[in-house]
């Protein structure tokens, strides 16, 4: 009898993965902390967080947090978005604007991981923040998405 493997609709990508401690009375109980960014390439973009004990343990809560934490957005021609936006999440600030059809994403780290997940093919994005840590920039650029005024499902 043949088996059927169900193809995943959301294509990943693991931002950052860290290894934190908790303090309790006898000592620290290490555990992973996994950034998960989810997408479908058509619009359909997350970013989920999980902790584990181990490494495997923690991205696929990463993941299951992300299916939940997903937003949809309607794209320009099915590569750009409509209107420049700029967001802030914490001491992440991120601005997402339009490019020409060719351009090319143009952006950094964590934004380009949730901009390319989104299918957006043509966009400029700077990180304005000062802040390196790819979590809160990644939180930073969905919380830009979801300013987005036109073409909102």
Do not use: C, W
Request: without cysteine; glycine residues 10%.
């Amino acid at each position: 009898m043949e088996k059927f493997i169900k193809k995943e609709e959301f294509k990943e990508k693991v931002l950052d993965l860290r290894r934190v401690a908790r303090v309790v009375a006898g000592g620290k109980r290490m555990s992973f902390r996994a950034t998960v960014v989810i997408g479908d390439l058509k619009g359909r973009v997350g970013v989920g967080i999980g902790k584990g004990l181990d490494v495997m343990q923690a991205i696929s809560k990463a993941k299951a947090n992300a299916k939940k934490n997903l937003i949809n957005l309607e794209l320009k021609e099915n590569r750009t978005i409509f209107h420049e936006v700029e967001a802030k999440y914490s001491a992440a600030r991120v601005i997402i604007k339009p490019a020409k059809k060719g351009n090319g994403l143009k952006a950094g780290s964590a934004v380009r991981s949730v901009l390319s997940l989104a299918g957006i093919k043509d966009a400029s994005a700077k990180i304005l923040g000062r802040t390196p840590n790819k979590l809160t920039n990644a939180l930073a650029a969905l919380s830009a998405l979801k300013k987005l005024k036109v073409g909102l499902k």
